[in-house]
């Protein structure tokens, strides 16, 4: 069993950035799979990022260009940098450890809110 907490959300002008945080409970060396989740009002929840074991990636249409997941192994911490964030970009944003097949855990999540 693994905790996450997120960090780093808040409220941040159009083309702006944020730096957000998922601190795990234990070491992510084993997680197969660490992910970036968002979940807007009204909308279901859509993922926005993922990293490997092995530092592969992978991001959403929305946030490519835009978005950065990385992780750091001796910190159990990964990462979303979000540059050039748009209104569009406003909601909670959760992290998600995977162990595969089908063992998941998440955060509580972190408010972004893009607003002028």
């Known amino acids: 069993q693994v905790q996450l907490v997120e960090s780093g959300g808040g409220l941040v002008q159009p083309g702006g950035s944020l730096k957000l945080s998922c601190a795990a409970s234990r070491s992510i060396v084993n997680i197969d799979l660490m992910r970036w989740y968002r979940q807007a009002p009204g909308k279901e929840r859509e993922l926005v990022a993922g990293?490997?074991?092995?530092?592969?990636?992978n991001y959403a249409n929305s946030v490519k260009g835009r978005f950065t997941v990385s992780r750091d192994n001796a910190k159990n911490t990964v990462y979303l940098q979000m540059n050039s964030l748009k209104p569009e970009d406003t909601a909670v944003y959760y992290c998600n450890a995977v162990y595969l097949p089908n063992e998941n855990y998440w955060g509580q999540g972190t408010q972004v809110t893009v607003s002028s």
């Open positions: 990293i490997t074991s092995n530092s592969a990636t």
